[in-house]
T-cell receptor, first 116, second 113 residues
Framework: NAGVTQTPKFRILKIGQSMTLQCTQD?????MYWYRQDPGMGLKLIYY???????DKGEVPNGYNVSRSTTEDFPLRLELAAPSQTSVYFCASTAPLRDKLGNTIYFGEGSWLTVV | GENVEQHPSTLSVQEGDSAVIKCTYS??????FPWYKQELGKRPQLIIDIRSNVGEKKDQRIAVTLNKTAKHFSLHITETQPEDSAVYFCAASRKGGSEKLVFGKGTKLTVNP
């Protein structure tokens, strides 16, 4: 298994441009997440999905959009990029265990985005 | 929603000493508490986790304790080594729902040789 794969790894955007960060997982996980990590800070949840066709906002959703048309893919769209969106973006996934407590969340390698 | 506070933000120890990082959480329904280690430029990696039905868990030099009444949990690293230097994050989540993690702001641990 490749696990969680994100592309691109690095990108420089100009203010006002748009782009999509791709995320795919091959572990058949229902749950997927997008986090952003600003320098020296913890991870903040942008959007998440508990299954194909279902998405929901996290702590910091403004300026982003997501879609979940398949179990494997969870792309993150940035419309009208702003300098405040300069950050490292991590995609993650897990499988829910409703009859047990706890399950490992797997992270992608991260995407470094700079908006200038 | 859930809020996780983590202390200290930086911690410097001598090789061989112990290190302790503490976190508090606000949502009494949270029942899963993982700890992640993040090296510079890398993704967070799970190092240990604890469920709310246990009070302590150990894995070699690493241990985590949980006090549900006080809503705090701690990471203990014994016999620290230079390769333990990294940023450590605690997190909390409520299992049985969306499983989403809420992270603390991190502790930068430096182990001096």
């Amino acid at each position: 298994n490749a696990g969680v794969t994100q592309t691109p790894k690095f990108r420089i955007l100009k203010i006002g441009q748009s782009m999509t960060l791709q995320c795919t997982q091959d572990m058949n996980h229902n749950y997927m997440y997008w986090y952003r990590q600003d320098p020296g800070m913890g991870l903040k949840l942008i959007y998440y999905s508990v299954g194909a066709g279902i998405t929901d906002k996290g702590e910091v959703p403004n300026g982003y959009n997501v879609s979940r048309s398949t179990t494997e893919d969870f792309p993150l769209r940035l419309e009208l990029a702003a300098p405040s969106q300069t950050s490292v973006y991590f995609c993650a996934s897990t499988a829910p265990l409703r009859d047990k407590l706890g399950n490992t969340i797997y992270f992608g390698e991260g995407s470094w985005l700079t908006v200038v | 929603g859930e809020n996780v506070e983590q202390h200290p933000s930086t911690l410097s120890v001598q090789e061989g000493d112990s290190a302790v990082i503490k976190c508090t959480y606000s949502d009494s329904a949270s029942n899963y508490f993982p700890w992640y280690k993040q090296e510079l430029g890398k993704r967070p990696q799970l190092i240990i986790d604890i469920r709310s039905n246990v009070g302590e868990k150990k894995d070699q030099r690493i241990a985590v304790t949980l006090n549900k009444t006080a809503k705090h949990f701690s990471l203990h690293i014994t016999e620290t080594q230079p390769e333990d230097s990294a940023v450590y994050f605690c997190a909390a989540s409520r299992k049985g729902g969306s499983e989403k993690l809420v992270f603390g702001k991190g502790t930068k641990l430096t182990v001096n040789p």
